[in-house]
C-alpha cells in the first residue's frame, strides 16, 4: 500500500475534516494503510453504528466545529498538516430544507475557515475541498455536466455546495496565485459502500430495513444518479492531491470523478440489482409529498481521465455487489469487510495498470 500514487502519502501529516463520516473514514482509513500519519476534525461520530468505530484505527480525533475559528485554526497550527482534505459538511437534502441557516453556515463559512486556517500555517502545500455533484444548474444532458457548466442548485444543500465551489475559486485567485497551497475542488457522484448508516441514502434504508424485515419507502424511484462505489471518487481525489504535493499548480482547480455514463441509471434499477444481491431487501414507493430533487445527474468526468489519467475500477454491478456484501457480512455475521474491499480494489487496479498503481 506504501507504494501507491508514488508513495507520496507515506509519514505524510495529513488533515482530514469530517473524517468520522462515511466516506471520511474510508478515505482516512486508506491513508492510514498507506502509512500517512492522519489526523481528524470533526463535530461528533455522526450515526450509529458507526463506519469510523468500527474501524478502530489509530490515528487522532479532535472533536470540533469548523464554525469555531480559533479551535480550528488552533488544531491547524499545532498539527501543521502537509496536505488537507476538506470533508466536513451538512450533506442531507431534507436537512438542508429543515435547517437552511445551519446548512450555509456550515457548507460556506465552514469552508472558508478551512481554506483561511490553512492558509495561515506556512506546512500547508495542497488542500482539496470535497463537494458535491449537486453544485450543477439543472439542465438536461446526456453528455453529463462538465467543470464548465454552470452552477446552481433548487435546494439549500445543493446552493450551499455551489456557493463552496465559487467561494474556492475566489479564494485561490484572491489568496493563493503566487504563495500559498495548492487548492482545488473535486465533485463525486451518488457513492455507495459499506459502513454508510446516514439518514435518507438508499442503499443504508435497504439493508437497514431489510435487516428489520421491513420495507423500504422509496421517494423517487425513477431519478437517474451517477452511482459509484466510494473508493472511486476516493482514488480521484488521492491522485489530484499527489499532483497538488508535487507542485503541480495546473491541477489546482475544479475536477469532476464520476462512474461511466452507462452507469448513471435509475434509483428503480439499484434497487432490482439489490434485491439480487440480498433477496430480504424489499421497498415500495412513497406516496408521501415529496421535496424538490434534480430528476436527472450525470457526471462527465473526461478532463480527469484526460489530464489526471484517472477512470473508475469497478463498475455499477461490482459496486453494488460489493455494497450489499459489506452490509450482509455486519448483519449477519458481524464481520467488517473494508480491509477486504480495499485489497480487491487496489488488486484490480493494479492488474489493469491504473497510473495511481504503478
Not at 211 to 240: C, M
Not at 272 to 281: C, D, G, Q, R, T
Request: glycine share 6%; net charge neutral; aromatic share 12%.
Amino acid at each position: 500500500m506504501n507504494r501507491l500514487f508514488g508513495g507520496i502519502y507515506s509519514g505524510k501529516k495529513i488533515l482530514i475534516t469530517g473524517n468520522t463520516g462515511f466516506k471520511g473514514s474510508w478515505l482516512s482509513y486508506w491513508l492510514h494503510r498507506m502509512g500517512g500519519q492522519v489526523y481528524g476534525y470533526s463535530i461528533s461520530v455522526p450515526t450509529n453504528p458507526s463506519h469510523f468505530r468500527l474501524l478502530i484505527t489509530d490515528h487522532p480525533t479532535v472533536f470540533g466545529d469548523i464554525l469555531d475559528t480559533e479551535n480550528l485554526k488552533k488544531i491547524v497550527t499545532e498539527f501543521r498538516p502537509d496536505i488537507v482534505f476538506h470533508m466536513a459538511a451538512q450533506s442531507l437534502v431534507r436537512e438542508s430544507y429543515a435547517n437552511p441557516l445551519l446548512t450555509y453556515q456550515t457548507n460556506c463559512i465552514g469552508t472558508l475557515n478551512v481554506l483561511q486556517a490553512s492558509r495561515s500555517v506556512d506546512s500547508v502545500r495542497a488542500l482539496v475541498n470535497i463537494t458535491t455533484d449537486k453544485v450543477y444548474e439543472y439542465r438536461e444532458t446526456v453528455n453529463g455536466y462538465t467543470e464548465n457548466d454552470p452552477l446552481g442548485g433548487h435546494d439549500p444543500y445543493s446552493s450551499s455546495k455551489a456557493c463552496a465551489e465559487i467561494l474556492t475559486a475566489s479564494f485561490r485567485k484572491s489568496f493563493l496565485m503566487d504563495s500559498g497551497y495548492l487548492l482545488a475542488s473535486v465533485r463525486a457522484g451518488n457513492v455507495i459502500g459499506g459502513g454508510d448508516w446516514a439518514n435518507d441514502r438508499l442503499i443504508p434504508d435497504l439493508v437497514t430495513a431489510a435487516f428489520e424485515n421491513k420495507e423500504t419507502a422509496i421517494r423517487y424511484p425513477d431519478s437517474i444518479r451517477p452511482w459509484q462505489h466510494v473508493l472511486e471518487p476516493l482514488s480521484g481525489y488521492l491522485l489530484l492531491g499527489q499532483r497538488l504535493l508535487e507542485g503541480e499548480r495546473k491541477f489546482s482547480c475544479a475536477w469532476n470523478f464520476g462512474p461511466s455514463l452507462e452507469d448513471s441509471c435509475t434509483v428503480r434499477e439499484v434497487l432490482n440489482k439489490s434485491v439480487k444481491e440480498w433477496p430480504a431487501i424489499r421497498w415500495k414507493e412513497d406516496p408521501a409529498e415529496k421535496l424538490y430533487e434534480s430528476p436527472a445527474l450525470l457526471l462527465n468526468s473526461g478532463a480527469a481521465s484526460m489530464k489526471l489519467h484517472w477512470k473508475p475500477v469497478w463498475n455499477l454491478q461490482a459496486a453494488i455487489q460489493r455494497t450489499i456484501s459489506w452490509y450482509r457480512s455486519f448483519y449477519e455475521k458481524g464481520v467488517v469487510l473494508t480491509s477486504d474491499d480495499l485489497e480487491a480494489y487496489v488488486s484490480q487496479a493494479k492488474s489493469q495498470q491504473f497510473v495511481w498503481c504503478q
